[in-house]
């Protein structure tokens, strides 16, 4: 079900409807969404991808509260009403699916890309929380801004 392309009030209605499902039925639900006010309204829990792939995983209220994935970092300073500094430093065009190479698909867009990054896929890692980074981690935060406007 595509609910983006609805009214907004028929929006509402829909989401209030999985919502009351999810809590009478104890339905598990797998909501894909670029809002994310929806899913941190909807989701318990909450995974981030880039380009296909998983790049950040974990409590939605925790993830987006406290990005730690350089690409969540991204997304969450996009939401209208937030800091948008990581925002306005990005090249906002991402780089063409055919000329990414072997190694993690956001180094072209990242500040704490190391030569690793454009060699190997970076694993996913964690428990609660999980990240697929070379150098950032749950136990090991950032400790500067991630996001480049260098390509
Ligand atoms: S530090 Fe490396 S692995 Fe992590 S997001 Fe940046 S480019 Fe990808």
Redesign the pocket.
């Known amino acids: 079900m595509v609910v983006s392309a609805l009214d907004v009030s028929v929006q509402a209605q829909i989401l209030n409807l999985l919502a009351e499902l999810r809590a009478e039925f104890s339905l598990a639900l797998v909501f894909v969404s670029h809002d994310l006010r929806v899913v941190r309204w909807l989701s318990d829990r909450v995974m981030v991808l880039y380009h296909g792939r998983v790049?950040e995983s974990g409590p939605t209220l925790e993830v987006l509260d406290t990005p730690l994935?350089?690409?969540t970092q991204l997304l969450a300073a996009s939401v209208p009403g937030r800091v948008r500094q990581a925002l306005d430093r990005v090249v906002h065009e991402p780089p063409s699916p055919f000329e990414l190479g072997a190694?993690?698909?956001?180094?072209p867009r990242?500040?704490?890309?190391?030569e690793?990054?454009?060699r190997e896929q970076?694993l996913t890692v964690g428990a609660q929380r999980r990240l697929?980074?070379?150098?950032?981690s749950a136990e090991a935060p950032p400790t500067t801004q991630?996001v480049s406007s260098d390509a």
Do not use: K, M
């Open positions: 790049v994935h350089p690409y190694g993690c698909a956001f180094r990242c500040s704490l890309a190391e690793r990054c454009g970076p697929a980074c070379w150098t950032v991630s």
